[in-house]
């Protein structure tokens, strides 16, 4: 028997339902403007995982996206329009946005892209200026 956890999420009307199995790669605050804009808030709060753990279980054919940039490819319920998901082939990881996954445990570890940031949060969390290294960044921390 396996220990390895399977979590599910949906849309904001539940016509797209989905899981995520195992334990995310990352979890953590983008900052950046594309997340604040596409988010309509002033953080993203995000949740990282590889793509083979995120399955798609209802709704496929409702899954709109849309990508501004090949870096991020945004995925919506075309029928109400909540946000799910963004998958970023450059990083080669899916971002599952942490609000849809209710019983995930959310554990952030980072703040990304805090250069940009417009609510500053004293958590006493990292604060990349952009990304990590390993990730392409230049993994400056900037000051809380």
Same mark, same amino acid.
């Given at each position: ?13 539940? #016509? /797209? ?16 403007? *594309?997340? %604040?804009? @596409? ?13 083979? #753990? /995120?399955?798609?279980t ?13 870096? *991020?490819? %945004?995925? @919506? ?9 963004s ?19 959310f ?38």
């Amino acid at each position: 028997m396996s220990d390895t956890k399977t979590y599910n999420g949906s849309c904001f009307c539940g #016509a /797209v339902q989905f899981t995520v199995t195992g334990e995310p790669a990352a979890m953590g605050y983008c900052h950046c403007e *594309s997340c %604040r804009h @596409w988010s309509a808030g002033p953080v993203n709060a995000f949740s990282l995982w590889q793509p083979d #753990a /995120v399955k798609v279980t209802q709704g496929e054919d409702k899954i709109g996206t849309y990508h501004k940039t090949p870096n *991020s490819y %945004r995925k @919506w319920c075309q029928s109400c329009g909540g946000h799910i998901f963004s998958e970023h082939p450059g990083m080669g990881l899916t971002d599952v946005y942490a609000a849809v996954i209710p019983d995930l445990q959310f554990k952030p570890a980072v703040h990304v892209n805090y250069q940009e940031t417009r609510l500053r949060i004293k958590d006493g969390l990292p604060k990349l200026k952009d990304f990590p290294k390993e990730m392409g960044g230049s993994g400056v921390i900037l000051e809380e």
